[in-house]
């Protein structure tokens, strides 16, 4: 067992909470301890709703566990279905519950209830929360379904054309506590719309046991996260013969594909590829002069696998960045991630442990951090800039305003997020320069504080001196130092020193600095 401050994902059962919140008329009896209600706290302070998951714990106590703890869970079950008379009742238990056996999911299917029961088993040791969202959304929708299964799958996604209305689509993935969920469907259903296409049903988010039931009506699956929806998608394809699309639409060349495999898939003629060029921003700047500055940037990624890939893809063909790191916290996209990071020479980071994502990052000396909320914090003691682009993220990425990733307005979001923070690094570095001149006065800060302007004191204070290895910085080598930019002032440092020991020198003047550069370089 490994203690850790900070973990990527939550257990399953927090999964499954993420599933009965984001639905309506859908209720969730957890077999818990007191102590793994803490996940209430995610939907509340995070999202910043205005109720509670729709959630009964069992909330057993130690005294508990020396009396009939299967007799606890049904009287629990009893009365929240008194209480909120539920479309439909999902059962499971807590890793720790899991260690008593009462299988909940079983007592309560034996109780003679009228509602659908969705008895859930998440293995709480060996998979984590998005596997079970996944899982939980996958056995609601079986169990809602497994009786309007045809007995043989005459589904044509090209019905809509014989019918004389508009092609039908449902939207699958988005769920409470998903990156910029929200935003995403507004608008991938206004980018449907404008092409002519309906959105039947989005679920999990907003929906309810009877938009479940509407599923089959549609002409086409939309899989707009894997994580939580392929699975649920694969099952009504083998039901229904349902399709469903395997491109998610953020960036311009990705939103053009998934335009173009929904129109291919509906038989409607695939729109212009000039679309996203009159839609986008991105584009335009791309091809611009100021973007010159941008060409080459060093990025580390790491987030969920649908996150990192797509910003992989728009580093790397949209923005002319270099990718020198790409990895996951998502074992179960961890293929589709090491064959991204194999085409591009790298070898992918298939990791939940955040001091190692923070080590690869230090290693790779990136100039930009595409990551998580764990990876924010970890670009701040490097003094690097970072964009949050994934889950886990903090209240401050669940904004107010619209501000979607997927579409065309995503890639104008994307683009304010990811350019802006290299910008802001090249003004840190202009004021490292200037930092002497007569209007920079000592205690002088900007948007990175420590890292650069008159904060860098912080660096020198802990660099000038006596290194373990005997290698002392002169000053004339510190102030030499100081006029690279900060980005890539670390790994400069190190080879300079690694330089220094394999030439027998004590001392760091700039001298050696440049000697240094001139081994490197060669």
């Known amino acids: 067992m490994q203690l850790t401050l900070w973990t990527y994902e939550g257990p399953p059962h927090v999964g499954a909470m993420r599933i009965a919140a984001s639905m309506e008329g859908v209720h969730y009896v957890l077999h818990a301890p007191q102590g793994d209600t803490y996940a209430d706290l995610l939907f509340t302070m995070i999202e910043r709703r205005d109720q509670r998951p729709p959630v009964t714990y069992t909330t057993f106590q130690a005294r508990d566990l020396g009396g009939d703890t299967a007799e606890l869970v049904k009287r629990h079950v009893r009365e929240a279905v008194d209480r909120f008379q539920p479309d439909a009742l999902l059962v499971g238990e807590s890793c720790t519950a899991e260690l008593i056996q009462d299988q909940p999911g079983s007592l ?121 929806a392929e699975s649920t998608c694969a099952w009504l394809e083998r039901s229904f013969g349902i399709p469903f699309t395997s491109t998610v639409p953020i960036g311009i060349g990705a939103t053009q594909d998934f335009l173009v495999e929904v129109h291919t898939l509906l038989g409607m003629t695939p729109p212009s590829p000039q679309e996203g060029i009159r839609q986008s921003r991105l584009p335009w700047y791309s091809e611009s002069v100021d973007s010159t500055y941008l060409t080459g940037k060093r990025v580390f990624i790491f987030g969920d696998g649908t996150h990192a890939l797509a910003a992989a893809r728009i580093c790397k063909q949209e923005l002319g960045f270099e990718v020198v790191g790409l990895g996951t916290y998502s074992r179960e996209m961890a293929r589709p991630v090491r064959a991204a990071a194999k085409a591009m020479g790298l070898e992918a980071l298939i990791s939940d442990d955040y001091l190692a994502v923070e080590a690869a990052m230090a290693a790779a000396s990136p100039e ?40 065309w307005e995503g890639a104008n979001v994307i683009f304010d997020s990811w350019v802006h923070p290299l910008m802001m690094g090249l003004e840190e570095h202009l004021i490292g320069m200037f930092r ?64 220094a020991k394999s030439t027998g020198r004590n001392q760091i003047d700039s001298e050696t600095l440049y000697d240094a550069k001139a081994h490197f370089s060669a």
């Open 108 to 228: 309560a299917a034996g109780m003679g209830l009228t509602m659908p029961i969705v008895n859930l088993e998440l293995p709480a040791y060996s998979k984590k929360e998005n596997w079970g969202a996944a899982e939980t959304f996958y056995q609601l929708v079986r169990t809602l379904l497994k009786d309007q299964a045809p007995a043989e799958l005459t589904h044509d996604p090209k019905a809509w054309q014989n019918q004389g209305r508009r092609p039908r689509v449902n939207l699958l993935g988005p769920s409470l506590l998903g990156f910029r969920c929200r935003d995403d469907v507004l608008e991938i259903q206004r980018l449907l719309s404008m092409h002519g296409i309906d959105v039947g049903v989005v679920a999990p988010l907003g929906a309810t046991v009877a938009d479940v039931h509407r599923l089959p009506e549609a002409d086409l699956n939309v899989c707009l996260y894997p994580e939580i």
């Open 368 to 407: 930009l951090v595409l990551g998580t909320q764990m990876e924010r914090h970890s670009a701040k003691r490097l003094g690097l800039p970072c964009a949050v682009i994934s889950t886990p993220m903090h209240v401050q990425d669940v904004p107010a305003r619209n501000s979607p990733q997927m579409g």
């Open 436 to 499: 002497h001149d007569f209007e920079f006065v000592d205690g002088h800060q900007s948007h990175l504080g420590h890292a650069g302007g008159s904060g860098a004191a912080a660096e020198t204070e802990v660099a000038v001196g006596t290194l373990e290895n005997e290698l002392v910085w002169t000053a004339d080598g510190e102030a030499e130092l100081k006029k690279i930019p900060f980005f890539v002032r670390g790994k400069v440092r190190r080879n300079t020193e690694t330089f």
